[in-house]
């Protein structure tokens, strides 16, 4: 598979205190079975739909502690070195230096200067998802901060991103994207999202049928934190799962009305 064009979203996973938990949980929501964990790589273990690895989940370190369980999002680099010289230059940081992992390729865990968190990833032998934008499968993410202003600055300088922003009073939502294709949103907190909840990148799966899965959820453990609610874009709603990691899901075939328009910021 050929390398992704720098700043595509590439891989997502999440460090869970009960392994087995996430397994059975996602399992129920998302249809996903799993593979032998790597214990070579700390029990890394992926997550398949239909036979195609769409993301993984991982224990913590030995000594780590629990921490809070969240998706990450990886983005992808043609150097992780180089790419991590342009994060410190714009202001961000680096949580993990970047490692070689095996064969599979290289990362990097890194963090705007609100405090987001996402990953880098130059692909080797594990180029990243082998099924997206199909149900059980990864489909789409956003920056989800108090300080658009800053994500909009900070991401171009990492990845050739161009930002358009809606032309909508009611939301603060842009869209980066690489030449003509969206990759990201940038998506504004509300006064109403409580002072605890930090920045982070919000990671969509897709669903068939956004109200049905909700109900998966509810059954399974999770909770409810907004929608289920119907867009241009298709029909979503948010989620905490019972570990507390943040996600939401989409069905792109239930979207109603025209997209806002948009005006190009950067």
Known sequence: MAAQPEGTPVWADAMFTDLEGAKSFYGEVLG?????????????????????AVAAIVPPMPGQGPGQSAWVLYL????????????????????????????????AIAKDPAGVVFGIWQGGDHAGFELRDAPGSYGWAEVFTRDTA????????VFPYKVRKLVDDNVDYSIFHLADTPVLGSMGMTPQVPAEVSSFI???????????????????GGQ???????TPFGR???????????????????????????????
Do not use: H
């Open 32 to 52: 996903w079975t799993f593979g032998e964990s790597s214990t070579e790589y700390g029990d890394y273990t992926q997550a398949y739909r239909d036979g195609k």
């Open 76 to 107: 992808a680099s043609v150097d992780v070195n180089a790419t991590a010289a342009r994060i410190r230059e714009a202001g961000g940081a680096l949580l993990l230096e970047p490692m070689q992992v095996g064969t599979f390729g290289s990362m």
């Open 224 to 230: 409810l934190v907004f929608g289920p609610i119907t």
């Open 150 to 157: 800053a994500a909009n600055a900070f991401f171009p300088k």
């Open 202 to 220: 919000s990671v969509y799966f897709v669903v068939d049928g956004c109200d049905a899965a909700a109900e998966r959820v509810a059954k399974a």
């Open 236 to 266: 979503f709603a948010s989620f905490v799962d019972p570990q507390g990691a943040a996600f939401s899901l989409i069905d792109p075939a239930a979207a109603e009305g025209e997209p806002p328009a948009t005006v190009e910021v950067a």
